[in-house]
């Protein structure tokens, strides 16, 4: 059974810092290209970032580009997401995402698999 257990998120204030991270059960974890996609209360899931298979290529979303980071170690099997400068508009609910030999996508539909998300709150 594939799983993706994402950890991480809790309550920080504006200006705060998060760290997310993606534990993949997928084998072998360098198959897949990885993304981090969020979900606000009342709003459409959106892209967040992406990784490709190695770790050379990143994707963000025009939000949080020049805040966020994503990486990855295959070695650990996990995906990490680095939150900087947090704004209360960054508080959703974080998924972790994987997505079988393909390239880094930003797009939900052709991801594979989904861990059941973290909760980010950023209070003003």
């Known amino acids: 059974q594939v799983q993706l257990v994402e950890s991480g998120g809790g309550l920080v204030q504006a200006g705060g810092s998060l760290s997310l991270s993606c534990a993949g059960s997928?084998?072998?974890?360098?198959?897949?290209?990885m993304g981090w996609f969020r979900q606000a209360p009342g709003k459409e899931r959106e892209f967040v970032a992406a990784i490709s298979w190695a770790g050379g290529t990143t994707y963000y979303g025009d939000s949080v580009k020049g805040r966020f980071t994503i990486s990855r170690d295959n070695a650990k099997s996990t995906v990490l997401l680095q939150m900087n400068s947090l704004k209360p508009e960054d508080t959703a609910v974080y998924y972790c995402?994987?997505?079988?030999?393909?390239?880094?996508?930003?797009?939900?539909?052709?991801?594979?698999?989904w861990g059941q998300g973290t909760q980010v709150t950023v209070s003003s």
């Open positions: 997928v084998r072998p974890f360098s198959n897949y290209a």
């Open positions: 995402a994987a997505r079988y030999a393909g390239n880094v996508s930003t797009r939900e539909a052709q991801y594979n698999y």
